[in-house]
T-cell receptor, first 116, second 114 residues
């Protein structure tokens, strides 16, 4: 079974509007972390935002925020005021259990296209 | 500036040939990883290493080998046993001092078959 699901293969958004990229996850471990990365066409992976399973508040980082709904096992990324430079692939990833990197799992990604 | 350097950026492999992808980091991170990315897909873990002289297989280790002789370096060899090596390869490192620490990635190597 997929541990990370990103149901939107592609998304379009108008410049300056907000967009939500979906991510649902599957784990039975009470301790986990969720990470979002951006991958431009050049290929590098850029870390955007982190949400821990015990965090009481939704994470925010500039124009990025996480809509974390623990009971629904979802961690959707919200990008406010979209810019043309936001066009990229976006990956949701989960770290399960203790703080060891081997337990990172990546979703299939969502391709975001920002329209002028 | 600290970071991760992958080389070469592009690599071509002939049939039956082994090739080695380089990954060097100066972030003083203990953990290092190799991922494979196929077009339009997510990342799949090939190998990871938490300390020098120790590494573990990931989900798709068959046809690949690694070494970790130095903290800074984690080279990946794509052997002739890997029948479909054409992909984008990403190296990452991470400090495990706190659970919120992300993986830091290199710029990747694109490997193609001649």
């Amino acid at each position: 079974a997929q541990k990370i699901t990103q149901t939107q293969p592609g998304m379009f958004v108008q410049e300056k509007e907000a967009v939500t990229l979906d991510c649902t996850y599957d784990t039975s471990d009470p301790s986990y972390g969720l990470f979002w990365y951006k991958q431009p066409s050049s290929g590098e992976m850029i870390f955007l935002i982190y949400q821990g399973s015990y965090d009481q508040q939704n994470a925010t980082e500039g124009r990025y925020s996480l809509n974390f709904q623990k009971a629904r096992k979802s961690a959707n990324l919200v990008i406010s005021a979209s810019q043309l430079g936001d066009s990229a692939m976006y990956f949701c990833a989960m770290r399960e259990g203790v703080n060891y990197g081997q337990n990172f799992v990546f979703g299939p990604g969502t391709r975001l296209s920002v329209l002028p | 500036d600290g970071g991760i350097t992958q080389s070469p950026k592009y690599l071509f492999r002939k049939e039956g040939q082994n090739v080695t992808l380089s990954c060097e980091q100066n972030l003083n991170h203990d953990a290092m990883y190799w991922y494979r990315q196929d077009p339009g897909q997510g990342l799949r873990l090939i190998y990871y290493s938490q300390i020098v002289n120790d590494f573990q297989k990931g989900d798709i280790a068959e046809g690949y080998s690694v070494s970790r002789e130095k903290k800074e370096s984690f080279p990946l060899t794509v052997t002739s046993a890997q029948k479909n090596p054409t992909a984008f390869y990403l190296c990452a490192s991470r400090t495990e001092t706190a659970s919120n620490q992300p993986q830091h990635f290199g710029d990747g190597t694109r490997l193609s078959i001649l």
